[in-house]
């Protein structure tokens, strides 16, 4: 059976080396129609990368027959992707670009990119470098819709929509990616170094992601291979002011006609940061390091790429109880160990994707593997705990296996069809003194079948799914006392779907309707729960009979643009059946207070809206909006929901002049008004309004180009609490003064980049 099956594949292979076919073509100004070099051109479905000539040519040879996306992409102008069906090409392919600061509406760039009937964002790598954000999380936040529930500057985790933790999916390189989500000062532990694109896609999911995806889903894309031919590789550094901290990183990969590889270093160090009184606020400090390497190898139809990283963090945790002693400790504004609690965390994550292509049909066939390891330390004996309120380190070891499997049929240019299957085994073991969830194993496996379609002013995208989620626990403990975990074997089933479209009404203005379901099976915190959180100073108790969230959610949106103005406009309802939620109660345990998870329905509203002006060319000018009203059907408030956002930026991005190219000066505020629905025993905070501004340029002599960003966060040093942050209420009295846990003052951050070739043809 095996030598048949290896010479179907040999055969199956050959036969696609007679079939295959060269695309070629050039890229040009869309206004000036000069020639543009050195674009990089990818395609995604081969994972193949090149760039054009001096004289804007291009040429792609052994393509499958099909249809492929190609994407173009150059400094200074705006992405451009186009759907191929590369057999059906027999003249040169013209890509007419348009420059990034240019709208026109007498030059019509032919992108046919099927529009997205819901929401979703994309932060591309300059972007991320632009914003000058300590993590993530902290960029995604530029995203109207979308904030960050943060532990201080390195621990955070995105909000999207008011919703969190589990109920947001985190997809790294088409796999799920769990990193111990359901509890609120886990932070996403994510480098941004080697990322191509961070996409954020809002509302449910599951159709496309899965159990977890009922709020929405933070897509994170490694970047892509070097151009055929090539060895490159670059160097970058950044500098923050404010936490002393600096990152440095370095990342080569070469890439030959059928092979490309990939090798990526990169450390960060942070001491604790100053708010705006310029007080420390003590037990922020994180620091660690990221190592990435990816091989890559695409024969005739067939494309395989492995991806692995691993990441070391430790990340420092301030405690209520520990604020004063903490501020009255004689640690320096430089010091950065680990004395005090912290939590450690260790993540191998491993993806393989494959792809074969056969003219019309696509099969996709990914699988990944995640191993975290969370270390929670109380510092050098519980430093400032009693004996009898001391109850040991947390260790656990969670281990993920997941599979991405699908059909992808094209039935002609406007219509596709895809049959797939998702699937993960879960396993999570306690090796510490503490536990806040049991030994367990955890599985699911889906099916799903979708259609798209798109021709011209119209398109559709809808479909089904199947999924079985179970949980299986083992006992521990006594029954009837404090740590007690009952074994649990619950399994929750679910059909969900999703239909969506768009219209374009007129030229400029298109219209989005999207009505989906998701479905999230409880967390073993909230089935489970029996211990104590020390970071909040909280005993947490769970409820085994909890069913799964079931959500509905109906978005309306819509887009304008024309030469001088764009605009984006969208409202929501998301109604969450059996919603879960914790909530304090009057008991304690050994001096804490007892929180209790509870279960109602619950309905979440919100509008978002975008409004960009360019009066000139050069000049920019924008405005979001964002708010999310959430409440159970009782009329009581959800917590943690956030306050609203407001934005406003003033953009000026001029042209290439000698050797600067695309400078660049923005200045910006973000306005949070005072949060007035606040859920049961929630406390607010004052509104706030920071200013930030950024500046930044391309340098290039000759060959050799070089980035510099100089991002200002928070420039007037503002004193704020954000809502979202958990310590906002912490404050202590030390020496006839009081300190409040407020947010980070100024900083400014220093990103310079430095590409460069290993090889040169």
Known sequence: MKTIFITAVMLLLAIDLFSQVTVQGRVIDAVSGEPLANTSIYISDVQKLITSDSDGNFLFPDL???????????????????????????????????????STEEILVNELRPDKSYPSSEINSKELMRFGAMNISEAVTKVPGAWQLSTGTGISKPVIRGLYGNRIGIMVNGIRFDNQQWQDEHGLVMSSDGIDNVEVIKGPRSLLYGPEAIGGVVSITDEHPAPVGEENADLSTKFYTNTLG??????????????????????????????????????????????????????????????????????GILEARDFEKEIASNETRFDRSFNGPHHQLKVHNLVLSNTVIKERSKFRFNIGYTYNRRQEREGNDERFLPDSLQFGNLDMILNTASIDAGWIYTLNKYTEVTLGTQGFIQSNTNHGQRRLIPDSDVRSISATAMLNYRKEKFTFDGGARFDIFSVKTVEYGVNNSLDYYPAIDPTYRSVNGSMGMTYKLFKPLLFKANLSTGFRAPNLAELTSNGLHEGVFQYELGNKDFTSEQSIEGDLGLEFESKYVSAEISGYINKINNYIYLGQTKDTLRGYPVFRYFQNDATLRGLEADLTIKPYDWLSLRTTYSTVIAARSDDVNLPLIPADKITAAIHIEMNNWKFFYSPYFEISSLTAPAKTRLGENETGVPAYTIFNAGFGCDLRFEKQLINITISINNLLNKVYTDFMSRIKLLSAEYNGRIFNANNIGRNIVLAVKLPFKLSYN
């Open 246 to 315: 600096i990152l440095a990183d370095i990342g080569m990969k070469g890439s030959g006609k059928d092979f490309n590889w990939l090798v990526r270093f990169g450390g960060e160090t942070h001491a604790d940061y100053l708010d705006g009184n310029e007080d420390r606020i003590p037990q922020t400090r994180f620091g660690g390091y990221t190592v990435k390497s990816a091989i890559g190898y695409n024969k005739a139809s067939w494309v395989s790429r492995l991806n692995y990283s691993y990441t070391n963090y430790t990340y």
């Open 64 to 102: 499958p027959r099909g249809f492929l996306k190609f994407r173009f992409s150059l400094l200074g102008y705006r992405s451009l992707s186009i759907v191929i069906e590369t057999d059906k090409i027999d003249t040169l392919l013209e890509a007419k670009m348009m420059q990034e600061n240019i």
